[in-house]
């Protein structure tokens, strides 16, 4: 394993104050539990909160800020942050509107954020919850944990943190986050594995000629294992797979977001991007909006991901809406 | 010979040593089917537990088990952070005011905690999860308690389920948490939660006889 860093349980913790130190006054940390906190916290609006493990850089630190979200709450690398996080950060940035927690769907994430709830619940602060969960590449969710929540997640961060802003109540901020999850889907794939510094070694293999279709943030597997192709091939496996489960059908407006795990050049994504407006135009799916970047990364692994979201009036308005924070900033 | 306090806190300093000696171990059983933390953030909640136990000083095994239920719910992260800690606060519930446990109170607290681990992670039996190996490892303590055994031989029994039990995870295809994704790639590993809760059933064992 070759990682820059200085010691090995000090990775997070010094890429926080590293985060702090770049954008002093946009963010904060908390000085006695590990969260990101917006810089001007507490406001008087509803405090988005999201949280999950570290690893998935920019996200969830990179989006704290004017329009997004008011905290963020990182775990050691890919393990899910523990309940007295994310109390002391809705302690920290509850400005008296309410707290709503944006959380991925996995078991670890979905229990912690449940304690933290239900701890501050007691104390008489109003907590909403949403479980984003867009990623495609689960199919049996009768029998798994369900479907995971991926790239699907920074489009709700963003749209609902610009609602937040405008004055939404927590009943609208909440629902309007429902509402982005029930139209968004995902879908991601691996050229290499990635190494979890605390483990030193790969989550798992691939030969030089095989890719994971379906692959989830973490490293977990996907749909299935197959040898490498074009990407104009994987690209139109994914968006088939990402189109028919909506479905999205022609005339339909969508943000088309082709996100990088971290290891794959902007050039490629580029590529790909090309590709997956080829695709769509050929179903009569219209682009309204779009992103292309590393934007909900794995470590250092190569691939990507494609996330498709429907869009109506609101939706492209709130996703014009000013946002300030250091993985994301526009109008401001 | 019952479980006292100075066994308790002896037992686990003991759980603590074993999880750090497997943490490779466990961490690479959980790299097959999960994601390559489960070693890891045991032995990181296990150092914690340690230090905070070793700072105290406690009247009852309640106390005890409450700090671990609460260093292990703010320090394990993961799912097996609020598991392993609701497990242990639902056992420090029924163990509040008791100076030893002897099989049977052991048997009910634990039953307590497997109760608090199904309310949380609503894993049933062959799901692949740790239930797999605590669900029988409860229900053999119970039973040796029920005919009158000493706390070791109860236990002794209880740890040979636990172990058959983990065992019986390897066949399995995983429903729950992250191995559930690979469904029928989940066959033929053995569950990591599972082992770490043998682990510490066994060391529980191993120390308490060591008193003896």
């Known amino acids: 394993m070759k990682k820059l860093m200085n010691k090995v349980d000090d990775v997070v913790v010094q890429s926080l104050a590293g985060l702090e130190a770049a954008h002093p006054g946009l963010v904060k940390l908390h000085p006695s539990v590990k969260a990101v906190l917006r810089g001007d916290a507490p406001k008087a609006k509803v405090a988005v909160i999201s949280g999950g493990g570290s690893g998935h850089e920019p996200l969830h630190g990179g989006y704290v800020g004017y329009g997004m979200l008011d905290a963020a709450c990182p775990g050691e690398v890919f393990t899910s942050p523990t309940p007295d996080q994310m109390y002391e950060a809705a302690k920290a940035v509850e400005g008296g509107k309410g707290v709503l927690f944006i959380v991925k769907n996995y078991t670890g994430d979905v229990m912690n954020f449940q304690m933290a709830a239900d701890m501050l619940s007691g104390e008489g602060v109003n907590v909403a919850q949403v479980v984003i969960d ?4 689960v199919q049996d969710s009768l029998y798994t944990a369900g479907r995971r929540g991926v790239g699907g997640t920074v489009l709700a961060e963003k749209i609902v943190g610009a609602k937040a802003e405008a004055g939404g109540s927590l009943e609208e901020v909440k629902a309007l986050c429902e509402k982005v999850n029930s139209q968004v889907r995902s879908m991601g794939m691996a050229l290499t594995p990635c190494t979890v510094p605390a483990a030193g070694k790969p989550t798992f293999t691939l030969a030089d000629d095989e890719m ?9 597997p996907g749909r299935q294992r197959m040898k490498l192709q074009s990407a104009k091939e994987i690209v139109e496996m994914m968006a088939k797979a990402i189109v028919d489960d909506l479905p999205f059908k022609a005339g339909d407006e969508v943000l088309a977001f082709v996100n990088g795990m971290g290891g794959t050049p902007q050039m490629e994504l580029y590529l790909a991007y090309n590709d997956l407006a080829s695709y769509l135009r050929e179903k009569g799916i219209v682009i309204a909006r779009s992103l292309v970047g590393n934007y909900i990364t794995s470590l250092e ?7 498709l979201l429907k869009l109506d009036d609101e939706l492209k308005a709130l996703w014009d809406a000013p946002v300030e924070t250091a993985g994301l900033r526009w109008g401001r | ?26 961490t690479d059983l959980d790299s097959a089917i999960g994601d390559a933390d489960h070693g890891i953030n045991m032995n990181r909640g296990f150092t914690k537990v340690r230090e905070k136990v070793s700072q105290g000083t406690y009247g009852d095994l309640g106390a005890i088990l409450k700090d671990v239920a609460m260093t292990l719910m703010s320090s ?12 242990f606060m639902r056992m420090s ?13 052991l048997a009910a ?5 497997l109760k608090g681990i199904v309310a949380l992670g609503k894993a049933q039996l062959e799901d692949k999860t740790m239930v797999d190996a605590l669900s029988p490892a409860v229900e053999a303590l119970k039973k040796a308690a029920g005919t009158g055994a000493s ?8 740890v040979l389920a636990a172990q058959a039990g983990m065992e019986s995870t390897v066949p399995l295809v995983a429903r729950k948490g992250r191995a559930s994704y690979l469904g029928k790639r989940s066959v033929g590993h053995q569950d990591p939660g599972a082992t770490s809760t043998y682990l510490i059933l066994s060391t529980l064992l191993m120390s308490l006889k060591e008193v003896a």
Do not use: R
């Open chain 2, 1 to 26: 010979m019952n479980l006292d306090v100075q066994g308790m806190l002896k037992a686990i300093d003991a759980i603590g040593t074993t999880l750090e000696a497997h943490k490779d171990y466990l």
């Open chain 1, 301 to 307: 692994m190569q691939g990507f991901s494609i996330t």
């Open chain 1, 134 to 137: 867009d990623d495609v590449a």
């Open chain 1, 212 to 220: 994971e279709i379906g692959i989830g943030i973490h490293g977990e």
């Open chain 2, 93 to 105: 519930m029924k163990l509040a005011g008791l100076q030893a446990a002897d099989a049977s109170s």
């Open chain 2, 151 to 158: 706390l070791t031989e109860a236990l002794e029994a209880a």
């Open chain 2, 76 to 87: 394990v992260g993961g799912a097996s952070g609020p598991l392993y800690g609701t497990f």
């Open chain 2, 109 to 113: 607290a634990m039953e307590e905690g």
